[in-house]
Structure formats: C-alpha cells, structure tokens
Nanobody
Framework: QVQLVESGGGLVQAGGSLRLSCAAS????????MGWYRQAPGKQRELVAV???????SYPGSVKGRFTISRDNTKNTVYLQMNNLKPEDTAAYYC???????????WGQGTQVTVSS
C-alpha cells in the first residue's frame, strides 16, 4: 500500500495559481502510475492528471493547458501545478496511484482548493 500526504491547497482568486504536492511512501512508488483526483461537494471524484512511471502525461479537456503534473522519484513526490484557476476547480484534491483500486480503499486526507470569482 502506498501512503499519501497531500499539501499546498488554499484560497486563490480566479486566474491565480497553486502548486500541490503529494508525498508518498512505499517501495512501489517509482513503478506506479500516479494521478491527481478531485472531488467537489455533491460530485463524484474525478481524475484530473496522470503521470506514468515513464513520464507519460494525460489530462482531461477541462484542465488541459492549465494543469501540469510532475514527479520526483528521488523524493517519492508528485506535484500538480495549477494555473489560470477557475471557480469550477474548487474541490478537495487527492493524489493516488492509477487506477486507485490498486491501492485498495486507501486515500490520503486531501488538500482543499478554493477558487473565488
């Protein structure tokens, strides 16, 4: 199981930027595809960025061009740079392996991102 601790969220105005970090523990991190997920109140959790163990990247259209995922395998850390934030980006953000089912039912505490208009 990969243990996860997210940080870096906060309150920002529309158009602003935030950088999220996710510290992971476990020996499988460097061999795992990792992703950032988000969940807004009343909505299902959605995957917003993926980075494979070889550095391949994937984003849904809603964040493509604004969000950038990266990883540092020497630090067991995944990052999410979010630019040009919009109010609809407001959510709790979580990192996890992709697919998350590979990590059982484990989720970290997440980090809240709130974008004001």
């Amino acid at each position: 199981q990969v243990q996860l601790v997210e940080s870096g969220g906060g309150l920002v105005q529309a158009g602003g930027s935030l950088r999220l970090s996710c510290a992971a523990s476990g020996t499988t991190f460097s061999r795992s595809a990792m992703g950032w997920y988000r969940q807004a109140p009343g909505k299902q959790r959605e995957l917003v960025a993926v980075i494979t163990h070889t550095g391949g990247l994937s984003y849904p259209g809603s964040v493509k061009g604004r969000f950038t995922i990266s990883r540092d395998n020497t630090k067991n850390t995944v990052y999410l740079q979010m630019n040009n934030l919009k109010p609809e980006d407001t959510a709790a953000y979580y990192c996890n392996v992709v697919p998350s089912s590979l990590n059982g039912n484990y989720w970290g505490q997440g980090t809240q991102v709130t974008v004001s208009s």
